[in-house]
C-alpha cells in the first residue's frame, strides 16, 4: 500500500525531485503524520495507514501558493522538494522557486500540523516598515522580485528555539540592474524565533548576488573549542568553498570576516556590491584559482585545445561581474560545497565535506528582443525559458541538460508540453507559462512552426518583469575536453576535513574515480559528486556521491579510505546510520540518474557482520 496523491486530487500532479519527508506524533504517540511536498502541494498522510489525513487543508493538503503576502497578479513556479523542520506543533518551510525574473519570494512559513493553518510568515524580501527594506533601492521590490529562498532545508536549534536558514539568491540569478541593492535576505543565514518567525541575526554571505551563490546546504550546528572558550556555533558551507563560522547566539564571525573589495566593471545597467565578505579562516575545502597553469592535460591534444579556449575567458578573479566577454565561476555553479551539506564529529569538532572542483564559464548575451507588437515566436518563447540550460543550439550541455534536438523522434507534441509543465527531476516546472506561449514553444521544438506564415505566435505580455532584462547567460557551460572530463587538472571531486577548532584544513582526498583513467595511469582523480557524509563515532566517513556507483569509508583522522563497495546504482544522496538490538547499520538511497549514469530505485543498508 502506498499513498498515492494522484487519488486525492482533481489537478493534475506534477512529480520531480524529492528530497526527504517530515514525521511528526503528538504526546501520546497516536496520531502520527508523514508531511511531504508534491508541486506546490503540501501533504498529510496518516504514518498507520498511508491514508490521507482530512482534516488538514483542504481533503489533506495545502496550496503553499496560497498565503504568501504578495499582489495576487503575482504567480510563478513553487516546489515543494525538501523538508523543512518541525517545531513542537509547527512545519517550518521553505521552498524551491524559478530562478529568473518571474519568481516568487521565498518567504519563510510555518504551519499548523494539525490543521494546515499559517502560523507565521517572516518575509526575506522585507516588505515596507521591515528591518531590511532599505537594502533595496526600487521600494517596489517586495512586489516584483522573488527568490530569496530556502531550497536546501534548515537547522534547529530546539533547546533554544531557533531555527536557521539559509538562503538563495534574489532572481533573477544572474543580473541585479532590477534589483539593486545588498539585497537582503537573499544569500543569507537568518536566525528567527522557531515559535513566531520574528527576525533574531542574518549574516549575508554574497552582497547583491550575481552567480547563483545560493547557500547550498544545512548549517551544522556545533559546539567549538575558540581559544580556549566554549562556543556555540553555526557552520555554513557554501558554493564558493568557504565555511562561515559563527556564533550562534548573535551571528558573529569566530575568525575574521573581512569585507574584500572585488572587481566592478559590469554590464550597462547593473550596479554590483564593492566589497564580498571572504573569511580569512577556515581554510576553504575547493581550489578558489583556475590560472593558465591549472588548465588539465590528459593529452597533449586535449590541452592544446583547452588552452585555446581558456585564453578568451580574461576575467578569473572571485566575483567578477557577469559581462559578454565572459568570467570563471570556480568552483562552478553547483559548488563547491553542495546540498548533501557536511557532517561535524561532535567529539573532535572537525567538519567533514565533499567539494567539486570543475571550473564553468559564464557568458552573458544581449536578451533577444520581442517586436513592439508582443507578437513572438517559439524561439522567443525558448531563449525566455528555456536557453539557460539547453543552450543557444539546443544541444544542451554535458551530461547534465540533455539536448532538445530531433524531439519529434523521441516525444509526442502532447508529451513535450507535459514535460514542459509538469518539469522533470532537475528541471523545474514551467506550469505557470501561458498556454499560447507554450503551444509556440512545443511547436517550435517539435519543428512543426511554421513562422512564415504567421503562425503558432503568441503574446507575451509586455508588462512581463521578463522584458526589462536585458541580458540573459548564455548557459550553464563547464569547461571539459573533447573526452567529457573537467578542463582543470585533477582532483576533480574531494573529500576534505576541516578543523573548526583551529579552522585549519587537515586533509584532502580525491573522491571518485574513472577505471579508463585509472588504466591510463593517471590515478584517483577524484570526479564530480552530489550526496554528503555521515562521521561515525567509531572512526568513519562514510560517503557514497560519485558517478562510479561506489561507496566508500574513510578513516576519519587520516583520510585513507578503508572499504569501499558497488552500488546498483550511483548514491546521489547523504547516508544515514542507525542502531536496531545495538547493531549499527548504514543505508544509502541510490537513485542514479545523473552525470551520465544510470538511474536506480533502490536502498542498500550495511552492517558489520555478527
Ligand atoms: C534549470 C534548467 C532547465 C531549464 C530552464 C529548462 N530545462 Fe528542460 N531539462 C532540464 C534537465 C536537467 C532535464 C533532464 C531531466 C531529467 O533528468 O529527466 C531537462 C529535460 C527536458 C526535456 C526532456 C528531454 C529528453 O530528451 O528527455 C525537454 C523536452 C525539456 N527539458 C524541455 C525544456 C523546455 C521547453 C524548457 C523551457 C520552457 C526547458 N526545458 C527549460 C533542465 C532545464
Redesign the pocket.
Known sequence: MGFDPANNSEEEIGFGINRGLMYWEDENGKDKRIFYGVASRLYAVNAIDGGPINDFGTNGSIELKEGLDIPESQDGSLLLKTPGVIFKDMLILGMSLS?DADALPGHIRAFDVRTGKRKWIFHTIPQPGEFGYDSWEDKDAWKNIGGANNWTGMSLDEERGIVYVPTGTASPDFYGGIRKGSNLFANSIIALDASTGKYIWHYQVVHHDLWDRDLPAAPNLVSVNHKGKKIYALAQITKQGYVYLLDRTNGKPLFPIPEVPVPQAALPGEKPWPTQPIPTLPESFSRQKFGPEDVGNLSAEAHKELMERYVQIKNSAQFTPPSKEGNWIFPDFGGGGEWGGAAVDMETQILYVNSNEVPSTQIMLDAPQTDGTGITSGRSV?NK??I???GPDLKGSGT?????EN?NK??TVQQ?SG??RQG?????S?NY?TEGERNS?VAY?SKTENISKGQNTAVIPTKSKKSQIPYIMKGYDRFVDQDGYPGIKPPWGTLNAVDLNSGKLLWKVPLGEYSELIKRGFGVTGSRNYGGPVVTKGGLVFIAATPDEKIRAFDKHSGKMLWESKLPAAGFASPATYMINRKQFLVIACGG??LGVKSGDSYVAFALPD
Not at 400 to 404: H, K, R, V, W
Not at 424 to 428: A, G, K, L, S
Open positions: 530562478e525558448y525559458y528555456c539557460s540550460c539547453h547534465e541538460y540533455p539536448s532538445l524531439l523521441k516525444y513535450v514535460i514542459i522533470r527531476n532537475r528541471m523545474p514551467f507559462v514553444l521544438l540518474g545523473k
